[in-house]
């Protein structure tokens, strides 16, 4: 396995910890003769080095990472060796010395091929994918972007847009800044995430992303009108649709059957959460997603849980109560 | 300490449960000769019952803990017995059978006096207020709901919109649900919360709500502009910017210093968490905050963690490192 990286120190660290087996002085140089060429490197980078690494010759697919796929198959339109990619997987740490064995286990690595890609190249692509522990899925750039954008370009926008707000509006009343509160946590915890790759993906996947922020405008548009409008079957039916919509898109997105939420009233101790979770795995509970919400003193507060599978939340709320805890499952029909 | 409830079974559980001394069968009789009466109802019945209690007579002073307080204000103004009250405590499960001794130790308790509120009578509130370990803060009405909108409504509402807009095009396209991943996770955590308490909430704060709608939408606007001009550096300046209030909102949040995030990669394995957090708070390590991220297959994923404190988070990276887990802190600098 060879590589290539434009900053030397990084190339050393990648032989000596056995990333890769040569290093080499350009893309090149390290393409040449390659079965399968990963390039990896900022989304805006990509084109370029898409184009480069198909330039460089020879009869190996070439595929990339990033995160966004129009740019780079719009400047390769319809090339027969190469194939975009792009794991779902990674991790805040960056690096070769972050590298791990394991990254790719069980994650979808979306594949875009196109019209003319090669048939033989795919499945070569398929099968290393595969063998990386990722799921190959393949999908088409255009679809893969839009979907992106909904899922995670746009919840991102939505975090940054409100976090501003709520800092520009709670500085100009007199009580400075108070307890904002679980709510405003959860929607802000993706807040100001990694500025330049964010920026670089916001950019790159502006076309869908545009549109996805049109059609949210218009959606909060309506809102805006029914509240205005005063109507409460309107908001509660609004509403309603919602908590269904969470659901199911929740549910899709495990195994393990129904998701249910549980809260549980706790002193907020230190290991309290520990035991909580110890018990509900020793029971065989799956713990799907998890919030802490701190009362305002930090002494008490609630952990929510969501657990996975038909009659969890009624066994959870037994557990936590036989550890001396209150608990009762969220009625998920309103 | 007398109680009225329109539903007897409740008040019956009421007694039982020694919550009340001694049931009664209306709002008058609960009323004559209290020195404090509190009114618990949903938003939307709180300014008829708390008239009912003032015409109720008595010297008392009539409270309510409604989270919207100018539709109260409204139909009683400046009432001299009158103190809108607003306990920032609150769980998931109602009904008396999940009272809690504990419930407002620590929280905020927001009272809102007018001008011709007793002195004598908010004094007594305020005192009665921090017995039941409540901590009280006067704040003009307006201004608790304008904070409330900002913190609280629009985010749950934000929440709403984006759920259903993603369960939406999702199902358009021919992927079927795809994973949502964390962000969206997090983004949409509360959405479709409790339809019947909200459409009140939402309609009783209804004037504060869109402003700060307006102001969502102008603010989104804005983004929607900077992309389609296609400015990095303005984009990058903005993230950077929502990085600092996210920051700024946090730590005003929490005690315990500066607050930053560790990511520990893990299996998911059951007890990691416990694990985890088990080292944290024997090394007297402060977890704020909390989510997990596991990756598609369920069976690895990552932490995130933020702890509070000056040095919190090397210390919480070396006992992650200690126990065989890579972690590292997310570089909060961009």
Known sequence: MRGYDPDG????????????????????????????????????????????????????????VG???????????????FIGGHPLAGA??????????DLFDG???YLTPAER??????????GLVAALGGRPAAIAADVHDRL????????????????????????????????????????TRVAGANPALWRDIFLANREALERELDAYLAA??????????????RLAQWIEGARADRQRLLEADLAGGPVSEVRVAVPNRPGIVAQIALALSE????IVDMALYPAPDMQSGAIALWVAGEGSADRAVELAAGLGYAAAPVDSGG
């Open 9 to 64: 120190a990084a190339l050393d660290r990648a032989v000596a910890l056995g990333a890769i087996d040569a290093a080499c002085d350009s893309v090149r140089a390290a393409v040449s003769d390659a079965d399968v060429c990963f390039v990896c490197a900022p989304v805006s980078a990509l084109p370029g080095l898409v184009e480069e690494a198909l330039a460089a010759g020879g009869e190996g697919v070439v595929t990339d």
């Open 67 to 81: 995160s966004v796929k129009r740019p780079v198959v719009d400047r390769v339109p319809d090339a027969e060796r």
């Open 92 to 101: 805040e740490a960056s690096g070769v010395e972050h590298a791990r064995a």
């Open 107 to 109: 994650a979808t690595w």
């Open 117 to 126: 890609s090669s048939g033989i190249l795919y499945e070569r692509l398929f």
């Open 148 to 187: 992106m954008a909904t899922v995670s370009h746009l919840p991102h926008v939505l975090a940054n847009v409100l976090v501003g707000q709520a800092a520009r509006e709670l500085a100009d009343e007199s009580q400075g800044l108070p307890a904002t509160g679980p709510s405003f946590r959860d929607a």
């Open 220 to 233: 909060l548009q309506e809102v805006r009108e029914a509240l205005r409008a005063g109507d409460p079957a």
């Open 283 to 286: 029971a065989g509970i799956n």
